[in-house]
């Protein structure tokens, strides 16, 4: 299996938008790794020193306007082979800090509590590499579990171009905090080539995500690339060395809930044996709902199981 590297420059993102029509940066085959950097944010929230802006960065903020509200991504990259109605699977080997600072803020008119903040209230964390923690500008030392907030293959070609706010079927601003290193992710591939591309580095996020933003960062990630043709997905999925992930995304969390809870009940009945209903029970036992995200548009619910659990019934 081949290694590659794709390092974010304004030659080598897409701003705030996914689209089918995107030209692949590499084609890679199914079992290849790929490591690639990103980059966050545009000028406004960019820190004085002497906190240091990459060259990268400021060089994609001078070459790019964002074409939708969204997010800066590195991609896509393509899988030779890959062909719609197939399933990408995503192993996320390594996820490293990419530079030494992050930002959050809380606005008005975003977040869980649009009116509750009258004003803009910008925040830089130095990050500390070493002992992995983020320093808040209150002294507060949090330890640093970063992800990727958006990870996807290409939507529909039909869908034409897509903000990359609202999470969807083709993956994107997941805003998922169990997807550290060592987690795979699946995806459901809508066009030949899958064309993944992955932003928005996180360097600690609560689920909710309640005031819209995580520590927002640039991280260098290593993806192993899987085709699977032997799996169909409508939504995206996912597991831990421990858990099973079914995931949902809709402007109506209870909508989020019903789509991520039917998803595991088939889950559960497909990989054991047992009936739904015997599923649906052991749901309620045994897993657990977890709000993703409250603030994109499309919220997001994931529902989480132990995989020790998914053992064959006995009569």
Same mark, same amino acid.
């Given at each position: ?11 080598? *993102? =897409? ?18 790794? *790929? ?28 070459? =790019? ?5 969204? =997010? ?25 800090? =990419? ?112 005031? *819209? ?103």
């Amino acid at each position: 299996m081949a290694d590659y590297r794709l390092d974010a420059s304004p030659d080598t *993102v =897409h701003w705030g938008y996914f689209d089918a029509g995107l030209a692949p940066l590499l084609t890679v085959d199914s079992g290849d790794t *790929v490591t690639i950097s990103t980059v966050s944010g545009g000028p406004e929230v960019m820190p004085k020193a002497p906190l240091a802006i990459p060259e990268a960065l400021s060089a994609i903020q001078v070459a =790019h306007r964002p074409k939708l509200p969204g =997010h800066i991504c590195t991609g896509p990259v393509a899988i030779r082979g890959a062909k719609a109605g197939q399933v990408l699977e995503v192993r996320i080997k390594a996820i490293d800090l =990419h530079y030494d600072w992050g930002f959050t803020y809380v606005a008005p008119l975003k977040g869980a509590l649009p009116d509750d903040f009258d004003e803009m209230h910008l925040m830089h964390i130095p990050l500390d590499r070493e002992r992995m923690t983020g320093r808040m500008p209150w002294g507060l030392e949090l330890p640093l579990k970063p992800f990727f907030g958006v990870m996807a293959v290409a939507p529909p070609a039909a869908w034409g171009s897509l903000s990359t706010l609202p999470p969807r079927r083709n993956g994107g601003n997941l805003d998922n905090k169990e997807l550290v290193a060592g987690s795979t992710l699946y995806l459901p591939i809508h066009v030949d080539g899958a064309l993944f591309s992955v932003g928005d580095g996180h360097g600690v996020q609560g689920d909710g995500e309640v005031c *819209v933003t995580a520590i927002e960062t640039g991280l260098i990630g290593t993806f192993e690339l899987h085709l699977r043709e032997d799996m169909r997905l409508t939504w995206p999925m996912a597991e831990t060395d421990t858990h099973i992930m079914t995931m949902a995304f809709d402007p109506d969390l209870d909508q989020c809930v019903v789509i991520a809870l039917r998803d595991m009940i088939d889950l559960i009945a497909a990989r054991t044996g047992i009936t739904k209903a015997e599923a649906y029970a052991l749901c309620s036992l045994a897993a657990d709902l977890r709000i993703t995200q409250v603030v994109n548009g499309n919220k997001g619910v994931h529902v989480m199981l132990e995989k020790s659990l998914l053992r064959p019934g006995v009569r």
